[in-house]
C-alpha cells in the first residue's frame, strides 16, 4: 500500500512568521490612510486602462478628452497615477474643474507616478488600491488594457453582479478593442448559463466621449449620487 505523501515541514523562520503577522497593521494603515484622504471625494469616476499608451496614441487622447469632460461636469477622476491611459484620465481631469485623484501602486517595473494629481495617494498592496476604486467610484470608464485593467473590470463586474456594491455604470470604451470579449461573453458565458442574461446589460460599449458622460447622468437621473443607508451599510462589507 503506498504511502500517503506528507507536505513537507516548513523551514520558514519565526522571524518570518512574525514579520507576516506584523503587515496586518500596515495593512489597516493603508485602508485608514487612504480612507480619510478620500472621503470627501464625491462623486468621482474611476478610469482604468494600460500603462503602456504613449501620450501619440489615440485611445490616450480619447481618455484624456472623457476625463477632461468628466472633470468639468462635476466628477473626481480616480485612476491608477501612473503612465499611459492613467496618466491621460489624470491629465484631463487636472486641467478640468474637479479633483484628479492618483492611486499609485509601488512596483518593481512599469509604474511611475504621474504629474496631473491634485490627490496622490500610494499603495503596497493591490487588494488595498481595489477597494479604493470600489468604495469611491460612482461610475467605472474601462479604456483598453492588460491584464490589470481586465482585473479591474472583473472586480468591479462581479461586486455589482453580486450586490457587494450599488449599481453603477459600467461603461468600456473601444468597440474595436473590446468588442471580441463581449461576444464571448454572449456565445460562451451566456449560452452556458454562467451568467445571467440582466448581468450582459451590466455593461455599456460607448466610444463617444459626450455620450459617456450623458450614459453616467442618465443612471443617477432618478435614484440620485447620494447612496442610500442599505448602499452604505453594504460597502462596509466590500
Given at each position: 500500500?503506498?504511502?500517503?505523501?506528507?507536505?513537507?515541514?516548513?523551514?520558514?523562520?519565526?522571524?518570518?512568521?512574525?514579520?507576516?503577522?506584523?503587515?496586518?497593521?500596515?495593512?489597516?494603515?493603508?485602508?485608514?490612510?487612504?480612507?480619510?484622504?478620500?472621503?470627501?471625494?464625491?462623486?468621482?469616476?474611476?478610469?482604468?486602462?494600460?500603462?503602456?499608451?504613449?501620450?501619440?496614441?489615440?485611445?490616450?487622447?480619447?481618455?484624456?478628452?472623457?476625463?477632461?469632460?468628466?472633470?468639468?461636469?462635476?466628477?473626481?477622476?480616480?485612476?491608477?497615477?501612473?503612465?499611459?491611459?492613467?496618466?491621460?484620465?489624470?491629465?484631463?481631469?487636472?486641467?478640468?474643474?474637479?479633483?484628479?485623484?492618483?492611486?499609485?501602486?509601488?512596483?518593481?517595473?512599469?509604474?511611475?507616478?504621474?504629474?496631473?494629481?491634485?490627490?496622490?495617494?500610494?499603495?503596497?498592496?493591490?487588494f488595498a488600491r481595489k477597494v479604493m476604486f470600489v468604495k469611491f467610484a460612482h461610475a467605472y470608464v474601462v479604456m483598453p488594457g492588460g491584464f490589470g485593467t481586465l482585473d479591474?473590470?472583473?472586480?468591479?463586474?462581479?461586486?455589482?453582479?453580486?450586490?457587494?456594491?450599488?449599481?453603477?455604470?459600467?461603461?468600456?470604451?473601444?468597440?474595436?478593442?473590446?468588442?471580441?470579449?463581449?461576444?464571448?461573453?454572449?456565445?460562451?458565458?451566456?449560452?452556458?448559463?454562467?451568467?445571467?442574461?440582466?448581468?450582459?446589460?451590466?455593461?455599456?460599449l460607448i466610444d463617444n466621449p459626450l455620450e459617456v458622460v450623458n450614459a453616467i447622468f442618465k443612471h443617477y437621473e432618478s435614484s440620485g449620487f447620494e447612496p442610500t443607508e442599505?448602499?452604505?451599510?453594504?460597502?462596509?462589507?466590500?
Amino acid at each position: 500500500m503506498k504511502e500517503t505523501p506528507k507536505l513537507p515541514t516548513s523551514d520558514i523562520p519565526e522571524a518570518w512568521d512574525a514579520k507576516e503577522a506584523w503587515r496586518v497593521f500596515g495593512i489597516m494603515s493603508e485602508f485608514v490612510s487612504a480612507t480619510d484622504r478620500l472621503a470627501h471625494i464625491h462623486p468621482a469616476v474611476s478610469v482604468f486602462g494600460s500603462a503602456r499608451m504613449k501620450p501619440d496614441h489615440p485611445y490616450y487622447k480619447l481618455c484624456e478628452e472623457i476625463s477632461r469632460l468628466l472633470s468639468d461636469a462635476g466628477f473626481s477622476v480616480i485612476s491608477g497615477g501612473g503612465p499611459g491611459i492613467m496618466e491621460a484620465a489624470n491629465k484631463g481631469a487636472f486641467y478640468g474643474k474637479s479633483p484628479s485623484v492618483g492611486l499609485n501602486i509601488q512596483l518593481p517595473h512599469e509604474q511611475s507616478n504621474n504629474p496631473y494629481q491634485n490627490i496622490s495617494q500610494s499603495f503596497h498592496h493591490f487588494f488595498a488600491r481595489k477597494v479604493m476604486f470600489v468604495k469611491f467610484a460612482h461610475a467605472y470608464v474601462v479604456m483598453p488594457g492588460g491584464f490589470g485593467t481586465l482585473d479591474e473590470l472583473m472586480e468591479a463586474l462581479t461586486l455589482v453582479q453580486t450586490g457587494k456594491t450599488r449599481r453603477m455604470p459600467i461603461i468600456l470604451v473601444g468597440s474595436k478593442f473590446w468588442g471580441g470579449m463581449l461576444d464571448w461573453f454572449r456565445t460562451s458565458l451566456l449560452e452556458e448559463k454562467v451568467i445571467s442574461p440582466g448581468d450582459i446589460e451590466l455593461i455599456q460599449l460607448i466610444d463617444n466621449p459626450l455620450e459617456v458622460v450623458n450614459a453616467i447622468f442618465k443612471h443617477y437621473e432618478s435614484s440620485g449620487f447620494e447612496p442610500t443607508e442599505a448602499e452604505r451599510e453594504r460597502q462596509l462589507y466590500l
